[in-house]
């Protein structure tokens, strides 16, 4: 049974505002029973705990590693652990599935909230709010499963009665689930977020996204135009209904992570976190570094740079960069604390069809010029936040002349995207002060950091975990999603002029005049020729690289074991067809003892 924690069931600003007070005066609980949902207040708080929970995921470290690890996108960082998950190699069932419990455990009180919620005293369209809500997390609870695992149990009623035995319902089943949930959810649901559901709760619009790729990817599966089409509609709609929907692009990419814009028009579903510690699960000044609910995305990229970045570092006879010197870096808040988990895949492959290539800089950000996404998404210059001294005859300095670092004002590093002659310590023939380190020089402890997810807003306490929200669904989702469809559909005309207006976006730059916009608009805009799967997921790279879709883009589109084989080094040997789905937890297979043995996916 899910136990509810009173006082930890506050995920949504405007429930810490509007529906605080009576879920606080709710007797603690053990386990929920039926009467709970008797009243407003129980329905309220069954529907908020379910979004604390979904932050107990998005933005964690294990469940961020497997959205993302594995993929074309992802290679090991310096500090990544075992990396069974980036590799595959001894993946199964007792190292997998962080969420697999919460799921089913969220799904259970949903089906509480649905069953017992529909004569709680509340004005009708209240009430059916409420249960829209309801059937939209239920909905996007079973999407995420059904895409991991394929068959899943599949519950509608709410479980009073501990059981041993279990069984997995076919997927088809789960999507017919999903799909009735979620269309019956956009009905209801507001077009913007309303009390007590404020911030960036679900919507009509973000039912119906989700409504839209469930319907995409069960088209895959099934190679099913008409479900394709039915996706490529509602993507349409969305659009189209924007403005009633509070929606928009941002004209500049890089607005869409600027922290005061984390609820602003271009995002549609947050998972929420605060500030107050007592609703965020952290100690103020504690340096958390795990935990439930807490988010730690802004350092799971973020290369050691206090320990790399010694500014006579210099590149040995085998070519690689070796750290010399003292550092030119202490830890702050503005690059963030160094996890090292994970790094941006530029590995070249020395032959075959990608000799010479890395899906990095290759693939995905080839148009780095005009393309304003890969700037907006990594750091590339870390500006001294220590003074250091550099006397001439200091080890392996080779500049030949002494210096003290400026803070605030000298380049400590310097991660160009093209190669730089004279780097680590030249550029070209003039000295540079800190270190220059090209894309020759990368390795996994050094590398370009996604600077998306920042907090500079930790000031002194700059380790506490983040309590910027974490963004599932960005509107741009909804053109790229459609252009998929469409594409799928048979449209490419129409997935073109998707595709176009995202990459026109990208185009844009503040700092670029009108003529220059125009040109890189330009240069950015594509034909139907140009469109192929393959086209739509280095499409998706580029604008949501790091947001917790890969994995389940690639597998969606059926890509993962050919593109991982292409481009990703250290899963290419381990990978095979069997990976497309999750291993069932081993702790799921233990507890059914009862009846038919709980079945683990083929080849685990």
Request: net charge neutral.
């Amino acid at each position: 049974m899910k136990a509810i924690k009173v006082g930890c069931l506050i995920t949504l600003t405007a429930l810490l505002s509007t529906g605080c007070e009576k879920i606080l005066e709710e007797n603690p609980q053990s386990q929920i029973v039926p009467s709970y949902f008797n009243s407003a207040a129980g329905v309220l708080g069954g529907i908020a705990g379910v979004y604390n929970d979904i932050r107990s995921q998005w933005g964690t470290e294990g469940f961020t590693v497997e959205m993302q690890a594995g993929t074309d996108e992802f290679l090991m960082g310096a500090s990544a652990g075992s990396g069974i998950t980036y590799t595959y190699n001894g993946l199964n069932g007792s190292n997998f599935g962080s969420a697999w419990g919460t799921a089913f455990q969220d799904i259970n009180t949903l089906n509480g909230v649905l069953q017992y919620g529909q004569t709680i005293d509340l004005p009708e369209t209240t009430r059916k709010q409420y249960l829209a809500q309801a059937k939209f997390l239920r909905g996007f609870w079973y999407f995420y499963l059904v895409q991991t695992w394929g068959d899943v149990p599949l519950h509608t009623q709410f479980i009073t009665v501990p059981s041993q035995e279990a069984s997995r319902q076919p997927a088809a089943q789960v999507y017919e689930l999903i799909i009735k949930d979620l269309t019956e959810a956009s009905a209801d649901l507001p077009n913007q977020p309303t009390a007590p559901f404020l911030g960036k709760a679900a919507t009509k619009p973000v039912a119906q996204l989700l409504l839209a790729k469930a319907y995409l990817t069960r088209g895959w599966l099934n190679n099913n135009v008409t479900d394709f089409t039915q996706a490529a509609n509602i993507c349409a709609d969305i659009i189209a209904s924007k403005s009633s929907y509070g929606l928009d692009l941002w004209q500049d990419f890089g607005d869409a992570f600027v922290p005061a814009n984390d609820y602003g028009k271009e995002t549609m579903f947050v998972s929420d976190h605060v500030l107050d510690p007592k609703y965020g699960y952290y100690q103020v000044g504690a340096g958390a570094s795990g935990g439930a609910a807490q988010n730690l995305t802004p350092w799971f990229t973020t290369w050691n740079y206090p320990n790399n970045s010694g500014i006579n570092s210099f590149k040995n006879t085998a070519g690689t960069l070796v750290n010399s010197g003292p550092s030119g870096m202490i830890r702050d808040s503005q690059y963030g604390r160094p996890y090292v988990r994970m790094r941006p895949n530029s590995y070249k492959w020395p032959t075959g069809a990608n000799a010479g290539k890395s899906y990095f800089l290759d693939q995905a950000f080839t148009k780095r010029d005009v393309d304003s996404r890969y700037a907006s998404s990594f750091y590339s210059v870390y500006i001294a936040n220590t003074s250091v001294t550099n006397t001439p005859n200091a080890a392996n300095n080779m500049r030949g002349i002494g210096y003290t670092t400026v803070a605030g004002a000298d380049t400590a590093v310097w991660i160009p995207d093209i190669e730089i002659a004279g780097a680590p310590q030249f550029v070209g023939s003039r000295p540079f002060k800190g270190i220059v380190v090209p894309p020759s020089l990368w390795n996994n402890g050094i590398f370009p950091s996604l600077k998306k997810f920042m907090d500079p807003s930790r000031g002194a306490n700059f380790n506490d975990p983040s309590t910027r929200p974490v963004v599932l669904y960005r509107f741009s989702d909804v053109y790229l999603t459609g252009a998929e469809a469409y594409l799928k559909a048979g449209d490419a005309a129409k997935a073109v002029a998707l595709l176009n207006t995202v990459r026109q976006r990208a185009a844009f730059r503040k700092t670029n005049t009108s003529a220059q916009n125009a040109a890189a608009a330009t240069a950015l805009t594509i034909t139907a020729a140009d469109v192929t799967v393959d086209f739509i997921l280095d499409e998706r790279s580029r604008e949501f690289f790091g947001e917790w879709q890969r994995w389940h883009d690639l597998v969606r589109t059926r890509s993962l074991v050919r593109r991982v084989k292409a481009w990703n080094p250290e899963a290419a040997p381990y990978i095979q067809d069997f990976h497309m789905l999750r291993p069932i937890p081993q702790s799921q297979i233990d507890r059914v003892v009862q009846g038919p043995k709980f079945p683990q996916n083929q080849g685990y």
